[in-house]
């Protein structure tokens, strides 16, 4: 894999309105959980940056591109992150994923070729639109749904030249625990336990 066209964009953007705190800097076994999502993108990407709004991830040493309108919306953070990239390919990661692995991520680039969007789809049909591949090639379809206020991503999704990748028990590396993400704070009680992923 060519990690010199590859950017890595962890979105770190979310309200965390079910939290209650910032749940980007929310640490798992002495790791916050951006560093979780950085850590899986490094060894495909040159470059790895974060989406948000905030400016308190100096500790990172990635650089931190805000969102070029206010709304907040996932869909938001894609959108202008794309426009700032300088690479065709970029590997989108939420940052509340942190069970997430390089393999995983892998397995969806090598899937993405002739695609804009690329996400994985569970065996019970649903989209995880938080963790693909998005071309700056997508970035048209992003602003048509922006455009009209419509920030649902899986609509966009469906509607952009997308490869829905099936992921389960069927792949030697696939975990049940790999999309597990942290939303509430039971959430977070939950994965206290967790163990890391083989990358």
Not at 39 to 52: H, N, Q, R, T
Not at 80 to 106: G, V, Y
Request: charged fraction near 20%; aromatic fraction near 8%.
């Amino acid at each position: 894999m060519n990690t010199k066209s590859i950017t890595g964009i962890v979105l770190a953007g979310g309200r965390s309105s079910r939290m209650g705190s910032d749940k980007s800097l929310m640490e798992l076994k002495d790791k916050s959980l951006v560093e979780y999502a950085i850590d899986a993108l490094k060894p495909l990407c040159s470059k790895v940056v974060i989406s948000s709004n905030n400016s308190v991830y100096g500790f990172t040493g990635c650089e931190v591109w805000p969102d070029e309108l206010p709304d907040g919306a996932p869909m938001i953070g894609i959108y202008s992150c794309l426009k700032r990239s300088e690479t065709e390919i970029n590997i989108i990661l939420s940052c509340d994923m942190p069970l997430m692995s390089t393999a995983m991520l892998e397995y969806l680039l090598a899937n993405s070729e002739n695609y804009d969007i690329t996400v994985p789809v569970h065996s019970d049909g649903f989209i995880e639109p938080l963790c693909g591949i998005y071309k700056q090639s997508s970035i048209e379809i992003l602003k048509e749904f922006i455009d009209r206020s419509n920030f649902r991503l899986n609509q966009c999704i469906q509607a952009a030249s997308s490869q829905l990748v099936p992921v389960g028990p069927q792949l030697s590396f696939f975990s049940s625990s790999l999309f597990s993400n942290i939303n509430t704070p039971d959430d977070y009680r939950n994965l206290q336990s967790f163990q890391q992923p083989v990358t």
